[in-house]
């Protein structure tokens, strides 16, 4: 079974450009998580969906940053423009139950 | 507040006991879970524990105390591979699924 895919793996763009990261969860899991850490960080959280729908978006920076999850499968996270504290590593996470299973991380550096 | 506090750095010889330490302060209390973080890699599931005790599961065991906001994780006959960061997370308030996060602590098993 594969597992959550996120892509790119790393992207490094200028200040005020955009960047989209993309997120397929685990076939079914109706929950699908962003969170982002900053280097020296903890992980945080950004938001929740469950299918399509913003279950609880309290951890979005600012609106700069827009994330959709059309038809309640893969997610788009949005960021425009982008800004230089905006570096970091990007998690996606989906679950279907009691734990969330993670991807990799897009690594995104903005210089 | 929330806070979760473990240590950042620890070092443990190869078939050795450590034991990772948490403590945390949040708003309600629905689960605290431990990943493991391979440089690079996703996170993954470690364990779950959302009742007073130790979990165990083969070389890794997880204890809470919900009276004192405190965990630990605890690993046995230390492997090589075992050299990777632990993550505390804890899950908040019943009808919320979003996790908050340590700083993870990172381990380095040494030959």
């Known amino acids: 079974e594969a597992g959550v895919t996120q892509f790119p793996s790393h992207s490094v763009i200028e200040k005020g450009q955009t960047v989209t990261l993309r997120c397929d969860p685990i076939s079914g899991h109706d929950n699908l998580y962003w969170y982002r850490r900053v280097m020296g960080k903890e992980i945080k959280f950004l938001l929740h969906?469950?299918?399509?729908?913003?279950?609880?978006e309290s951890g979005m920076p600012n609106n700069r940053f827009l994330a959709e999850r059309t038809g309640g499968t893969y997610s788009t996270l949005k960021v425009q423009p982008a800004e230089l504290e905006d570096s970091g590593v990007y998690f996606c996470?989906?679950?279907?139950?009691?734990?969330?299973?993670f991807g990799q991380g897009t690594r995104l550096t903005v210089v | 507040g929330q806070n979760i506090d473990q240590p950042t750095e620890m070092t443990a010889t190869e078939g050795a006991i450590v034991q990772i330490n948490c403590t945390y302060q949040t708003s309600g209390f629905n689960g605290l879970f431990w990943y493991q973080q391979h440089a690079g890699e996703a996170p993954t599931f470690l364990s779950y524990n959302v009742l007073d005790g130790l979990e165990e599961k083969g070389r890794f065991s997880s204890f809470l105390s919900r009276s004192k906001g405190y965990s630990y994780l605890l690993l046995k006959e230390l492997q090589m591979k075992d050299s990777a960061s632990y993550l505390c997370?804890?899950?908040?308030?019943?009808?919320?699924?979003?996790?908050?996060f340590g700083t993870g602590t990172r381990l380095k098993v040494l030959a």
């Open positions: 996470a989906s679950s279907q139950g009691r734990e969330a299973f």
């Open positions: 969906f469950v299918k399509e729908s913003k279950q609880d």
């Open positions: 997370a804890v899950r908040g308030r019943s009808g919320t699924y979003k996790y908050i």
